[in-house]
């Protein structure tokens, strides 16, 4: 069984510019989470998708980030304008809907890099 | 004071020595999962675990329920093993988002 995969694995865009990530969970995983680690801080949490719908989107920073998942399976994440404090790693990870509570497979991230 | 909470933040150690990196979290339920972030970003997930100890190859994590408090352990480390290890715990219901610790980054001279 195939895991979580995120495209690009790295980006290097300029201050302005717009990124889109992608992120692929296990097939069936109706939960889907986005996080990221900015340098030096340790991940933080942005959203979580129960299938194509946003359960809580409470840690997206601010309006520049559109998170995406269009029939409930891949998701995108995309930064329009972007900025440099948005450099970091981009992870996704997701779970089957009736997972063991604590259950998360993560996906190896997308390394975001704003000049 | 951080809900998860992890020690050391930085461990250097000789290729061959055993090594303990501790997790102590005070958010939701007793469980934990462990990460290694890799020098280039891209993060393997290690452990995940509820009750007692769990091995894999060199790596053993054990979780002490009612302390709320983890441990992993790499026996015979070796410079490989060089990274950072992340604790994250989830939340108190089916879903819930993890919270992370800082991290502690590990290097292993040869």
């Known amino acids: 069984e195939a895991g979580v995969t995120q495209f690009p694995s790295h980006s290097v865009i300029e201050k302005g510019q717009t990124v889109t990530l992608r992120c692929d969970p296990i097939?069936?995983?109706?939960?889907l989470y986005w996080y990221r680690r900015v340098m030096g801080k340790e991940i933080k949490f942005l959203l979580h998708f129960v299938k194509e719908s946003k359960q809580d989107e409470s840690g997206m920073p601010n309006n520049r980030f559109l998170a995406e998942r269009t029939g409930g399976t891949y998701s995108t994440l995309k930064v329009q304008p972007a900025e440099l404090e948005d450099s970091g790693v981009y992870f996704c990870?997701?779970?089957?809907?009736?997972?063991?509570?604590?259950?998360?497979?993560f996906g190896p991230g997308t390394r975001l890099t704003v000049t | 004071k951080n809900e998860v909470e992890q020690s050391p933040q930085n461990l250097t150690a000789q290729e061959g020595e055993f090594i303990t990196i501790n997790c102590s979290y005070s958010?939701?339920?007793?469980?934990l999962h462990w990460l290694q972030q890799h020098p280039g970003g891209g993060i393997v997930s290690l452990f995940m675990l509820s009750s007692g100890k769990k091995k894999h190859g060199r790596l053993i994590a054990t979780i002490n329920i009612q302390e709320k408090h983890s441990s992993l352990h790499i026996t015979a480390s070796h410079p490989r093993d060089s990274a950072v290890y992340i604790c994250?715990?989830?939340?108190?219901?089916?879903?819930?988002?993890?919270?992370f610790g800082e991290g502690t980054q590990l290097t292993v001279n040869p």
């Open positions: 097939s069936g995983h109706d939960n």
């Open positions: 994250a715990a989830p939340g108190e219901t089916s879903g819930s988002r993890l919270t």
């Open positions: 990870a997701s779970s089957p809907l009736m997972a063991s509570y604590y259950e998360q497979y």
């Open positions: 958010v939701g339920i007793s469980a």
